[in-house]
Every structure is written in structure tokens, then in C-alpha cells.
């Protein structure tokens, strides 16, 4: 995949999905209503998701976003 730079020197995310989109390419996967998501894309949106993750994890004693392994 060609990607240009834009005005502000950066590659944008926007041009990578607009793409996959010209080549028939993209999967699109709705997140259930009780799914948070958070645009991790800044440090302070970062925090937030961590805060969120860590009042989650203290109120329920369970972990999220654990990792699984095997098949």
C-alpha cells in the first residue's frame, strides 16, 4: 500500500481505512452494546481507558483483556 504524507507531515489513519476500502478489502465488526472502546490515540485517552480498566477490574475482582493461549 502507497501512502502520502499529508499537510502535517504525518500518515493518516483515515487514508489506510479509505484504502482497504478502494481494494474491496475491509471488514467492519460492530462492538456489542456492552463493549466500552476507547481511542487510545493521545496520553490522556490513554489514562482514561487505564482508569476505566482498573475501576472495572477493583469493582468486579476480574480481569480484563486477559490473554489466552493455546487453540
Known sequence: MKLEKSKRGELEIVDV????IKEDNMVVEYCPDD???????NPEHLLEA??????????TSR???GVKYGR
Open 35 to 41: 463493549m466500552a472502546w476507547f481511542d487510545c490515540g
Open 17 to 20: 481505512i479509505n484504502q482497504y
Open 50 to 59: 487505564g482508569n476505566y480498566v482498573r475501576a472495572i477490574q477493583n469493582r
Open 63 to 65: 480481569i480484563v483483556g
